[in-house]
């Protein structure tokens, strides 16, 4: 069944590339859109500033989809379009179906579930649900339009994933729909319920439960970077091959930013996480959202040198824990601590007068 899938899957991918060639570089974005990275230095710290619960749930999701997903794809060893035509033996050697290759093509881990279209499903459904909800919308109409954006956004997102040869269409419809049924049950939980040891056990947790299931698959005598090496074979050029874009990266990023979640939590005990950030001026509000934008793209833009890959990982760990707890904490406490400095200035006065 897996077989013909993947056979038929090749059929579109070749069609969806022929159909769309002239609009490749759109393709290339819009799946840019839907990386990962993206939840975790874009959704996160802009949702974050406008709204602490609602910035919170989306780093939950981020992490536990992509978490899920790194294990999802251990587990369900699924092939990638651009090395299955090469590997699976069903064409003659000079008949290899020619699927294009881009820079973002070749990622290192296995295909199923597509962790783009999860984790972004799993984010945007957030997104979208918090907003009506916090927002008290009540009219059919804008529901109706919310929800279609969001449809239509993520199939966008698939079909880039489709067109750039990174998955087949039944991983992409997989990935949509996990995402879509986390992103429920993330929605269900009360962020103020929540405590700091509660999202450091998490972290905890989800490292020791990854670690499990790789010991579990090496006894089974699978090997879980199996995938790397397909990669490296067929990628049609070795330096788009990326470290980010393996698995143990990305379990490395969820449990981190987990962890500084909950020290950041931590450090603002007693200051009522869960409430809107509405209580600020727009002003305000908009410099907060420059400064986290700032502090995630700058964290994300340095690149570690890649000889030594266990210092790279740590490196990946420290860069995600810190910037997690300066988004959290260190921002949201220098823009009270000025505002409380402003009203105590106005009180001197108010006496001096």
Known sequence: MATVLMYWGVSVIIDIQEKLKDYSGFMTFLSSVGDPRFAFTVYFPVAYCLHRSVGIRVLLAAAISEWLNAVLKWVLHGERPYWWVHQAGLYPADAVPHLRQFNITCETGPGCPSGHAMITSSVWYILVSDFLYYKQVKSTTMKFLCWSLYFLLMCAVSLSRLFIAAHFPHQVIAGVLSGVVLGQV?????????????????????????????????????????????????????????????????????????????????????????????????????????LALTVSLAAENYKPAHDNVLLFYAIGFVKHFLTVICIVAGISLLFDNARLLQVQEKHDVDRKL
């Open 186 to 290: 993330l929605n269900s939980v009360s962020i103020s319920a929540v405590r700091p040891l509660h999202y450091m056990a998490l972290s905890a947790g989800l490292s020791l439960l990854a670690w499990t299931t790789h010991c579990l698959l090496q006894c089974l005598g699978l090997d879980p970077l199996w995938s790397v090496a397909l990669a490296t074979e067929w990628c049609a050029y070795r330096e788009w091959i990326h470290l980010d874009t393996t698995l143990f990266y990305s379990l490395v990023r969820d449990v981190s930013s987990l962890a500084g979640l909950s020290v950041g939590v931590w450090l603002l005990a007693g200051k009522h996480v869960g409430k809107p950030t509405a209580s600020h001026s727009t002003v305000v509000t908009a410099l907060q959202i420059v």
